[in-house]
């Protein structure tokens, strides 16, 4: 278990690694439909809550392993075994995501998300029994998570509302056990570009997720109903906006990592990110089962399910291309997006859900086409040689 070179030129993502990441958006799909069935039937606080709590387990084992695998990647027959078992986990936990999105029974979901997280303890035991550089943060890595993981266990007996405690006292340690470990002992090796070639292939495959539930809920109300304007308008609006998502997650260089604790706030901030962009789906599914009369909602509610989510991201991707010194020439035009997008979202009983749709997909698009324009013409912020 040797720590891989952070500055090896060349580092790409392995197969390995994509399985690893089809594996974890079937959790994020069913995530997301679960939010999907959630805000049609009027049940927003429940929904939203559920999917908030589920979504964290997701991305938090996802990370967790991403970065590890950055730094000890291996790829030895226990190395391997061991990623499978955390594949195995993830699928635990996806079968358990509606129980817990619904009833916030959490039994199933603990089950697979300890699986997951006792597989990556082994790797870390590996990490301090092999690599004397390594050994101080990999012991830290392995006593926090098995402790933290008989936690999630306790929980389980917990009567409510300590349930709920637990869980808020849980996720906290869960975000401090790498600051504890990275800190207080020796940084791990994970490389830069390879952090930032993961959290966009990984971006990727969430923007297909949105693609397919959303592919799938236009041909289920086209079979039923047949082709109408609002169906029309609602499928344009969404292509228009996963277009524009991919393209404001892409555009400039890459995040500049160039210290933990950014490289730390990068990474955690994305889980808004990741779970916008899950939830975008979702809204578009509100939205087709509101043009076709199978939900129990108002068109606005449709509408905001897609402009907040999509408002999100914007805002959270201005953020962090500030943290990366990789920032737009003038954001204040993407915040101001952000919030035309809001605003159009009132607009349903005038235009329509497909009109607003399709109106939030053209705001999108013409706001980055003007940032863009902005930013080339003043020239595109680069961080500096060292960071980079």
């Not at 439909?33 to 709590?53: F, N, R, S």
């Not at 991919?246 to 990110?273: E, K, V």
């Not at 020439?329 to 399709?358: D, N, W």
């Amino acid at each position: 278990m040797r720590a891989r070179d952070p500055r090896e030129a060349h580092r790409a993502a392995t197969p390995l690694e994509l399985l690893f990441d089809l594996c974890f958006v079937v959790a994020v799909a069913q995530a997301a439909a679960q939010l999907h069935h959630h805000v049609t039937e009027a049940h927003l606080g429940v929904g939203l809550l559920g999917y908030a709590m589920v979504f964290f387990t997701i991305w938090w084992a996802w990370m967790n392993f991403t970065w590890f695998a950055s730094a000890y990647d291996t790829d030895d027959v226990a190395y391997r075994l061991l990623t499978l078992l955390q594949m195995a986990g993830a699928l635990v936990l996806a079968a358990g995501v509606p129980a817990a999105a619904t009833s916030y029974d959490l039994t199933v979901i603990t089950i697979g998300y300890v699986v997951m997280r006792v597989a990556l303890v082994a790797q870390w035991l590996r990490v301090a029994r092999q690599d004397a550089t390594g050994r101080p943060a990999g012991i830290r890595y392995a006593v926090g998570i098995m402790v933290v993981q008989a936690g999630w266990l306790v929980r389980l007996a917990l009567p409510h509302p300590w349930d709920y405690t637990g869980l808020a006292v849980l996720v906290i340690a869960e975000l401090l056990v790498p600051m504890w470990a990275e800190f207080r002992g020796t940084a791990t090796s994970w490389h830069p570009g390879h952090i930032s070639e993961r959290y966009g292939l990984f971006t990727i495959i969430v923007l297909g997720e949105v693609i397919f539930a959303s592919l799938t809920s236009i041909q289920s109300a086209l079979s039923e109903h047949g082709v109408s304007g609002q169906m029309l308008l609602i499928a344009a609006g969404g292509l228009i906006l996963v277009f524009t998502m991919w393209w404001i997650y892409f555009m400039g260089p890459d995040a500049a990592l160039s210290t933990p604790r950014i490289a730390l706030l990068w990474g955690y901030a994305h889980y808004l990110l990741f779970a916008a962009v899950a939830a975008l789906g979702a809204g578009l599914q509100v939205a087709v089962d509101v043009a076709v009369h199978r939900a129990h909602v108002a068109a606005t509610t449709a509408t905001f399910a897609v402009a907040v989510p999509l408002a999100g991201f914007v805002l959270v991707m201005c953020w962090l291309r500030r943290l990366t010194h990789t920032g737009l020439a003038h954001p204040s035009l993407m915040v101001a997006g952000a919030v035309i997008v809001l605003v159009l979202a009132l607009a349903a009983p005038v235009l329509g859900v497909g009109g607003v749709i399709l109106s939030i997909g053209i705001a999108a698009a013409a706001t980055l086409t003007a940032a863009l324009v902005a930013t080339h013409r003043d020239g595109v912020p680069h961080p500096p040689p060292e960071a980079r």
